[in-house]
């Protein structure tokens, strides 16, 4: 391999030249790559954690642990495959295998770096592109929901079909905001490709111009990839583990890879969509044209994916996990309002820098769009009001007067008693050597009074 060439920026028309040994060999890179992420991830997320919570982490199984993963990944195929009876074995072993094909099938689309040089052929280093590319990552998500739903329908079991109603309702929130985040980054670059869109951050990156797309993709995406605050599908407190929970051995094995290249393949997209993909950071062009090397633009992405996937261990150690109410109240009351206002908003801007001031469509639009955004910030106001007026304590209840008659038949309002605690009384006759009666108790001697008429008591003890 080649490396001496500047980046190029790649176009659609160059997949179309593919060889089809290079597919393959993409192919077995991706592979390779999402493999060695999730066994490095399973081992980081365990160190991190334990270094958060002043433990050691792993550190038995080789240097720093770092066998631990394999270890892991050995033990789970020899244990005991356990299938529950009378639950639908077809369905029961498919579920997985669904899980785990659409998440890799989600990175295919991922621009890892521009074009190179590999073995004296110029290709774009990425595995496939398309006209609509993002949208396949997003279809591979919503599939990948079934491989859940099948788990738990096919388990037979409470806790697991729980489980798989809560994944298909969180993944039905938290996509309708997602799919919004990415129609701004759309109507800025004005391509659905992910080679259209890195060649659009050139100049800038998305993540200052569109920062709240940025913001509401941060927290969809750990909607998406059922990761802690948002693990509901899979919440061991209360569902034991959610559709997971009749799977051992490899299937089990299957549901848990699935989750961390999901989280890979989330975190790969938010930095081609945001963060300029396989671009260096913009200090570093200053250093001179070699940080535009193919090579080194591979290395500045996989900086970038792995400060977003450390976001995850550090959402792990630090937040517990939300209510389900909390969860659904957060997609649809706040991510996607604000996604359709601010989706107006970027458009209306759009529309302005194209047509100038003198549309009057574009005009009526804007104001549109300001009224919206004030009737949603007075739509959120009152929610929060009524929200604290709820968790307000309520105020102690006025106790109505109690009348009765008296001798002479007069009605007359009772005097109630004055309240009176459960604590006893500090000066009794035991307390100075008498019992009940007044006589004095045996081996004490009688409390003395001071000139000051201070009473002292006196015991026995020391005489």
């Known amino acids: 391999m080649s490396g001496h060439a500047l980046a190029v920026d790649s176009t659609l028309s160059d997949f179309n030249q593919l060889i089809w040994w290079m597919v393959l060999l993409k192919v077995a890179i991706v592979f390779v790559f999402l493999l060695l992420t999730t066994v490095f991830m399973i081992w980081f997320e365990r160190r991190v954690i334990g270094r958060m919570q002043n433990r050691p982490g792993p550190n038995r199984a080789g240097p720093f642990g770092l066998l631990q993963p394999i270890a892991d990944a050995l033990k789970l195929p020899l244990k005991e495959d356990i299938v529950p009876t009378g639950v639908d074995k077809l369905v029961f072993f498919i579920a997985p295998a669904i899980a785990a094909t659409t998440s890799f099938v989600g990175f295919a689309i991922i621009p890892w770096g521009p074009m190179a040089s590999i073995f004296h052929h110029q290709t774009p280093l990425q595995l496939a592109d398309l006209p609509v590319a993002v949208l396949l990552v997003l279809a591979m998500s919503s599939i990948g929901v079934y491989g859940i739903v099948l788990a738990g329908w096919a388990s037979r079991g409470p806790y697991s079909i729980l489980g798989a109603l809560r994944s298909t309702a969180q993944v039905i929130s938290y996509e309708i905001a997602m799919g919004l985040s990415f129609v701004a980054v759309f109507l800025d670059a004005g391509s659905l490709s992910t080679t259209g869109i890195v060649n659009a951050q050139s100049h800038f990156w998305y993540v200052w111009v569109l920062f709240p797309s940025f913001v509401i993709y941060l927290v969809t995406m750990v909607g998406e990839t059922n990761r802690i605050p948002f693990d509901l599908p899979e ?80 959402l792990r150690g630090t937040l517990p996990r939300t209510r389900y109410d909390q969860l659904m109240a957060l997609g649809w009351k706040i991510l996607i309002p604000f996604s359709i206002v601010w989706l107006l908003l970027v458009a209306t801007v759009r529309a302005l820098k194209i047509n ?10 804007a104001a549109v769009v300001i009224i919206l955004f004030a ?86 003890a020391g005489s």
């Open 356 to 365: 100038g001031l003198h549309s009057t469509v574009t005009l009526v639009v």
């Open 235 to 314: 919440g061991e407190g209360e569902i034991v583990a959610g559709h997971m929970t009749e799977y051992s051995s490899m299937k089990f094995a299957m549901f848990f890879l699935a989750e961390y290249i999901n989280m890979t393949t989330v975190s790969a997209l938010a930095t081609t969509l945001f963060l300029g993909g396989w671009r260096p950071v913009p200090p570093l062009t200053l250093l001179g044209s070699w940080v535009f090397n193919p090579w080194w633009c591979v290395v500045w992405f996989l900086i970038k994916v792995f400060i977003l996937l450390f976001g995850y261990v550090w």
């Open 375 to 460: 009737l949603l910030v007075g739509f959120w106001d009152s929610g929060y009001q009524k929200h604290l007026a709820r968790i307000a304590p309520m105020p102690p209840a006025e106790e109505e007067d109690e009348w009765d008659y008296d001798e002479d038949g007069g009605l007359v309002k009772v005097e109630k008693p004055a309240p009176r605690f459960p604590v006893p009384p500090l000066d009794l006759p035991h307390y100075h050597g008498l019992e009940l009666g007044g006589t004095a108790v045996a081996g004490a001697v009688p409390a003395t009074a001071t000139g000051d008429g201070v009473t002292k008591e006196v015991s026995g």
